[in-house]
């Protein structure tokens, strides 16, 4: 089983819900426990965009301001959900994707308003509690701990006869136990960062106070393992970089073709490959342009850079700019490597000019990125660009500017014999 599958395949274990959106607010990954909760087929939902299928969702908002949000309750039709939102960033400190981790608390929380016995409670949060994978402690009206759960010993390697009885600071490396202010305030404290005294770890922890007929009796604290949920980011930040530099996975050693027409435009794209140069690849659907482009890309002097395709065909007019200029664009992440631009006889007349002006002065109108990106572009399209032009539906210099260089990839019915 290959590790991005194994991933998949443990994420799906954990009852937890977990989704992740790209930087296009795309659902980029969603486990069963998510879909089981939203109600959503997972075929059906990836790729969507999160604000359209998720109600109430704040992923958009943490993408755009990059703070997460911890521990907030959710409301989803007749469910209540605890989630917490987790910005995952490159090494620029820029967020490229949101995390979103949660769970249906709606049946625990029914049971804590209509539970009045303390002693009751007690026995039902302890099987609640050992079957999350949060840590969870429970301590009294003094502050001393009288319950914690499995994932509690795991983060803070502490047993409960450790603990148990204990004052509640006692897994802590300084400052006052959240418990014990709960206690003194009888409110509830949210997202407080705290560092552990057996392994140092760094953990976030909010803390609610228990109300039996209005009195308090106690307080229950949640504590999230920052660097679990880091590695998690790493690792989904990781599989993202290894995908975009597997892309290309086309060399000219693969093209194997009999037609001597077909032979002549391969030793051009050769040719032309080891020249830094931009290029146009014309040619009808299905006849292998995409594949001449990688080859190309692979046996140029940016092969070990990376390589990423933007299709047109599969852009609204309105979002070009955003995708190719944007934020976290193509055009940066493909700074150094290659960049292959399909049916760029489907952008927009705006969106040429701007491209003109980044291919003839190297520079372009954006506050996104503070560096000019290095990026030899691959063009493609299936029409007659002169056309297009004459009938002013195509930029008359930016066909200058790209068809310096190009190719013509034959139709198949010309070539039948690959």
């Known amino acids: 089983?290959?590790?991005?599958?194994?991933?998949?395949?443990?994420?799906?274990?954990?009852?937890?819900?977990?989704?992740?959106?790209?930087?296009?607010?795309?659902?980029?990954?969603?486990?069963?426990?998510?879909?089981?909760?939203?109600?959503?087929?997972?075929?059906?939902?990836?790729?969507?965009?999160?604000?359209?299928?998720?109600?109430?969702?704040?992923?958009?908002?943490?993408?755009?301001?990059?703070?997460?949000?911890?521990?907030?309750?959710?409301s989803l039709g007749d469910k209540v959900i605890l989630t917490s939102r987790i910005p995952i960033k490159n090494d620029n400190n820029e967020t490229i994707a949101v995390a979103a981790v949660f769970r249906d608390i709606t049946t625990l929380q029914k049971l804590a308003e209509e539970i009045t016995n303390l002693r009751e409670m007690e026995a039902l949060l302890s099987s609640i509690i050992d079957s999350t994978s949060d840590a969870i402690s429970v301590a009294d009206q003094?502050?001393?701990?009288?319950?914690?759960?499995?994932?509690?010993?795991?983060?803070?390697?502490?047993?409960?006869?450790?603990?148990?009885?204990?004052?509640?600071?006692?897994?802590?490396?300084?400052?006052?136990s959240l418990h014990i202010q709960c206690a003194r305030e009888k409110k509830p404290i949210y997202n407080v960062r705290k560092r552990l005294a057996t392994n140092k770890k760094e953990v976030v922890a909010?803390?609610?106070?228990?109300?039996?007929?209005?009195?308090?009796?106690?307080?229950?604290?949640?504590?999230?393992?920052?660097?679990?949920?880091q590695r998690l980011i790493n690792e989904l930040e990781a599989t993202k970089r290894m995908l975009k530099k597997e892309s290309a996975t086309h060399t000219f050693d693969d093209l194997v073709v009999k037609s001597e027409i077909m032979k002549d435009v391969i030793a051009q794209a050769s040719k032309v490959a080891s020249v830094d140069?931009?290029?146009?690849?014309?040619?009808?659907?299905?006849?292998?342009?995409?594949?001449?482009?990688?080859?190309?890309?692979?046996?140029?002097?940016r092969k070990d850079g990376p390589y990423l395709k933007l299709n047109f065909s599969l852009i609204p007019k309105e979002r070009q700019e955003e995708y190719l200029f944007g934020g976290n664009s193509y055009l940066a992440q493909a700074n150094e490597g290659t960049l292959f631009l399909e049916n760029i006889d489907l952008m927009d007349l705006e969106m040429q000019r701007k491209l003109l002006t980044f291919l003839k002065d190297n520079v372009f109108d954006t506050d996104y990125y503070d560096f000019i990106p290095d990026v030899r572009f691959i063009f493609s399209t299936t029409e007659d660009l002169k056309i297009l032009s004459s009938l002013g539906k195509f930029s008359k210099e930016l066909l200058y500017k790209i068809s310096v260089v190009s190719i013509e990839v034959p139709p198949l019915r010309e070539r039948k014999e690959d």
């Open 206 to 229: 909010s803390v609610t106070p228990l109300f039996v007929k209005n009195e308090f009796k106690g307080s229950v604290a949640v504590i999230h393992d920052i660097s679990e949920i």
């Open 1 to 74: 089983m290959k590790e991005v599958e194994l991933m998949g395949y443990v994420l799906d274990q954990l009852q937890d819900g977990v989704m992740v959106i790209d930087e296009r607010e795309k659902i980029f990954y969603i486990n069963d426990s998510a879909c089981k909760i939203l109600e959503v087929d997972k075929e059906k939902i990836i790729r969507q965009n999160v604000v359209e299928n998720v109600p109430n969702t704040r992923l958009h908002i943490v993408l755009r301001t990059g703070e997460p949000e911890y521990d907030k309750l959710q």
């Open 142 to 176: 003094e502050g001393r701990v009288t319950m914690v759960n499995r994932a509690y010993t795991r983060i803070t390697g502490l047993t409960p006869r450790e603990v148990i009885g204990k004052p509640a600071t006692i897994d802590l490396a300084e400052g006052e």
């Open 277 to 301: 140069v931009d290029l146009l690849l014309i040619g009808e659907f299905g006849v292998g342009k995409e594949v001449l482009a990688q080859a190309i890309h692979n046996a140029s002097p």
